[in-house]
Structure formats: structure tokens, C-alpha cells
């Protein structure tokens, strides 16, 4: 079936660092939809792109649909304490699907010590 | 409204017996979605509605799990003689008609001892 890859598995940020990760597909996707996750808490969407080629951007947070449509890109700038979580890339796997989202393993921020 | 709702947050059970957890989506949204999500995965789709009917099942939905939405409204999702491995969190999520965007619970954990 189709999967998501999400790239890095973990990062460690510094308070006032930019951070970029991305997901890629070996399938063409026509949405993409970035989530954040706290523990034990219930992913919060982020941003949403449907066309390729689209950037959107939400506060410090920006995301780019990538050109192929199998990849997207999400990048925070000016990382804060409270970015601190997981971040999952979703989409539509695409025909045959009534409408379920697929989603990445996810890139885990935390904090340098 | 004030979003996603699921009940209870938290379930701790004994392996065989019956759990029921109930989600109350979005006001007007037609889509709802159950998910499963272990310890560093990505939620994994478990079953969609769109109004009352059940469009979709994933391969992960064993026949000790059923899910029901008999008014189009709230759902929801019953396992049956609970196993260790079903100890999971387990998400619901609901989407309006204009796009696929979809906005989660705070889940249901659930622990089978």
C-alpha cells in the first residue's frame, strides 16, 4: 500500500532555530495535511495544500507542496519551547480511497539539552 | 462547538471483556474517521463514515471491533474480548463536505491488562 515517509525521525532544536523536515511518497498525492501531536493529546491540523507548487504559510510555520506532488515540506522558523512534539504528514491515498487519510511515522522535536 | 469529543480518555480493562468508546464530531460534519495509534506510529486508519454509512473498513479491523454512527451524528466503536495487543490510543476524527481536511478528539486510551 502507499506510505509516507517522514525525514528526520528526531530532531533537537534550540530555541531561535529554523527546523525543516519533509515527507515523501512513491505516490502522487493530491492533499497534504501537516499535523502536530503532544503526548497523550490528539493531533492539531497545521496547515493544509491542495494544489503542487502551493506554499502556505501559518504563523512561523510554513509548508510547500512539492512540484511532483509526491513530496511536501514543513518548516517552523524561530523554533520556541512549545514546538516541541511530533509532527505527522497526512494525505488521501488517492483513487479508490472514500475519503481515509494515511499518515507518516511522524518527526519528533524536542530540545537540546 | 468546541470540537472533536471522545469518552472516556483514559480505559483500563481486563483482557476478554467489552469496551465501547463514543465520539461526538464536529457540528455538521458529515465524515468521521476512527484511528488507531501505538507507542511511535502514526495513526492508523481504522474505519470512515460518511452520514450513517460506513464506506470504508481497514484490514486492521478485526472482527471483534465494530463501529456504528446510526444517526449520522455521534459514533461509536465497540471491541469485543479485548486482547493485550488492542491496547492502543484511539483517535476519531471528523471533516466537513468542502475538502478532506479532518480535526481529531484528544483520543481514548485504552489498556488492557
Not at chain 1, 505516490?27 to 502536530?36: E, G, P
Not at chain 2, 472533536?4 to 471483556?17: L, Y
Not at chain 2, 461526538?24 to 511511535?40: A, C, K, V
Not at chain 2, 495487543?85 to 485504552?110: I, K, P
Amino acid at each position: 500500500g502507499q506510505q509516507l515517509n517522514q525525514s528526520p525521525q528526531s530532531m533537537f532544536i534550540q530555541e531561535g532555530e529554523d527546523v525543516s523536515m519533509n515527507c515523501t511518497s512513491s505516490s502522487i498525492f493530491n492533499t497534504w495535511l501537516w499535523y502536530k501531536q503532544d503526548p497523550g493529546e490528539g493531533p492539531v491540523l497545521l496547515i493544509a495544500l491542495y494544489k503542487a507548487g502551493e506554499l502556505t504559510s501559518n504563523g512561523r510555520l510554513t509548508a510547500q507542496f512539492g512540484i511532483t506532488r509526491k513530496d511536501s515540506f514543513l518548516n517552523i522558523s524561530a523554533s520556541i519551547p512549545s514546538d516541541v512534539g511530533i509532527y505527522f504528514c497526512a494525505g488521501p491515498p488517492g483513487h479508490g480511497s472514500q475519503g481515509n487519510l494515511i499518515f507518516g511515522k511522524g518527526t519528533k522535536l524536542s530540545v537540546k539539552p | 462547538d468546541t470540537g472533536v469529543s471522545q469518552d472516556p480518555r483514559h480505559k483500563i480493562t481486563k483482557r476478554g471483556q467489552n469496551v465501547t468508546f463514543r465520539c461526538d464530531p464536529i457540528s455538521e460534519h458529515n465524515r468521521l474517521y476512527w484511528y488507531r495509534q501505538t507507542l511511535g506510529q502514526g495513526p492508523e486508519f481504522l474505519t470512515y463514515f460518511q452520514n450513517e454509512a460506513q464506506l470504508e473498513k481497514s484490514r486492521l479491523l478485526s472482527d471483534r471491533f465494530s463501529a456504528e454512527r446510526p444517526k449520522g451524528s455521534f459514533s461509536t466503536l465497540e471491541i469485543q474480548r479485548t486482547e493485550q495487543g488492542d491496547s492502543a490510543m484511539y483517535l476519531c476524527a471528523s471533516g466537513g463536505r468542502a475538502n478532506t481536511e479532518a480535526f481529531f478528539g484528544q483520543g481514548t486510551r485504552l489498556t488492557v491488562v
